[in-house]
T-cell receptor, first 116, second 113 residues
Framework: AQSVTQLDSQVPVFEEAPVELRCNYSSSVSVYLFWYVQYPNQGLQLLLKYLSGSTLVKGINGFEAEFNKSQTSFHLRKPSVHISDTAEYFCAVTLYSGGGADGLTFGKGTHLIIQP | ETGVTQSPTHLIKTRGQQVTLRCSSQSGHNTVSWYQQALGQGPQFIFQYYREEENGRGNFPPRFSGLQFPNYSSELNVNALELDDSALYLC????????????FGQGTRLTVV
């Protein structure tokens, strides 16, 4: 079975500073990787995904992530954060071979707190 | 284009009761999945429906059941509610294809007392 570990439950960052949210996964087979954002009292919105190809993936709102197969990591980065980036961020995987029927396996989330 | 909509947004039930949550998929999406998100946790996969058949299930007991209708809308039914069932229930719909994006609704907040 696959699993996702988000190493930081909470990350405080000053506005306009860079940020990295860490995600490691465990799986015996190939996976697809996703980052979702959840604003208070809302559902989840996809930031970006890695299916194949270039290991550097660019998403919405200036976020990007890099897939590292040897380290089984998919860390999320943004060069300069804004107050509006305050939210909960979830890393998720789904099995490449499952056809999506295995659903998404999520990490526990990282709360990004932007300080003025 | 209408997104994924869920109803109701909130409800309170008593332990032992049964509950039905509803989800309308985004237009063109033939796959719907349900997730349970406990407070402070990531969503947990309950099950997925494709063309009205359950084709994937997470580690949830049989008292969690579902339906998908010909218009691809869906229901989640939970019988014999327990206090630990209190959570945000999220519905997500996806277009055909592997690795496609799951579009989430805003969820139903269920409180079991």
């Amino acid at each position: 079975a696959q699993s996702v570990t988000q190493l930081d439950s909470q990350v405080p960052v000053f506005e306009e500073a860079p940020v990295e949210l860490r995600c490691n996964y465990s799986s015996s087979v190939s996976v697809y990787l996703f980052w979702y954002v959840q604003y208070p009292n809302q559902g989840l919105q996809l930031l970006l995904k890695y299916l194949s190809g270039s290991t550097l993936v660019k998403g919405i709102n200036g976020f990007e992530a890099e897939f590292n197969k040897s380290q089984t990591s998919f860390h999320l980065r943004k060069p300069s954060v804004h107050i509006s980036d305050t939210a909960e961020y979830f890393c998720a995987v789904t099995l490449y071979s499952g056809g999506g029927a295995d659903g998404l396996t999520f990490g526990k989330g990282t709360h990004l707190i932007i300080q003025p | 284009e209408t997104g994924v909509t869920q109803s109701p947004t909130h409800l309170i039930k008593t332990r032992g009761q049964q509950v039905t949550l509803r989800c309308s998929s985004q237009s063109g999406h033939n796959t719907v999945s349900w997730y349970q998100q406990a407070l402070g946790q990531g969503p947990q996969f309950i099950f997925q429906y494709y063309r009205e058949e359950e084709n994937g299930r997470g580690n949830f007991p049989p008292r969690f059941s579902g339906l998908q209708f010909p218009n691809y809308s869906s229901e989640l039914n939970v019988n014999a509610l327990e206090l630990d069932d209190s959570a945000l229930y999220l519905c997500a719909s996806s277009p055909p294809g592997v690795g496609t994006e799951a579009f989430f609704g805003q969820g139903t907040r269920l409180t079991v007392v």
